[in-house]
Nanobody, 114 residues
Framework: VQLQASGGGLVQAGGSLRLSCAASGSINGIKARRWYRQIPGKEREWVATIWPSGSTDYADSVKGRFTISRDSAKKTLYLQMNSLEPEDTAVYYC?????????WGQGTQVTVSS
């Protein structure tokens, strides 16, 4: 199974982007679907989680601006990012945590200009 992240790009501050993360196959035993981000030279930072129940959690830095969602039929995870700030510039990674292992996507670059 592979995760393919897409949707990154260059956007002005205040703009929006929607990231997608598509799974190439079926994944069993899912515990959580998550988005992380990483700035070069810094540790990977957790951004958001959607649980199997559909409930969500967000890092304080993105709460109220980002929305995580999923389309189970399409096996796709999304991250809607609104009111983007230059501080949101990073490589964004999707992650699916299962009872067996973690699956990571390859990352997609988001750059927010001021």
């Amino acid at each position: 199974v592979q995760l393919q992240a897409s949707g990154g790009g260059l956007v002005q501050a205040g703009g929006s982007l929607r990231l997608s993360c598509a799974a190439s196959g079926s994944i069993n035993g899912i515990k959580a679907r998550r988005w992380y981000r990483q700035i070069p030279g810094k540790e990977r930072e957790w951004v958001a989680t959607i649980w199997p129940s559909g409930s969500t959690d967000y890092a304080d830095s993105v709460k109220g601006r980002f929305t995580i969602s999923r389309d189970s039929a399409k096996k796709t995870l999304y991250l809607q990012m609104n009111s983007l700030e230059p501080e949101d510039t990073a490589v964004y990674y999707c992650d699916i945590l299962t009872v067996y292992k973690n699956y990571w996507g390859q990352g997609t670059q988001v750059t927010v200009s001021s």
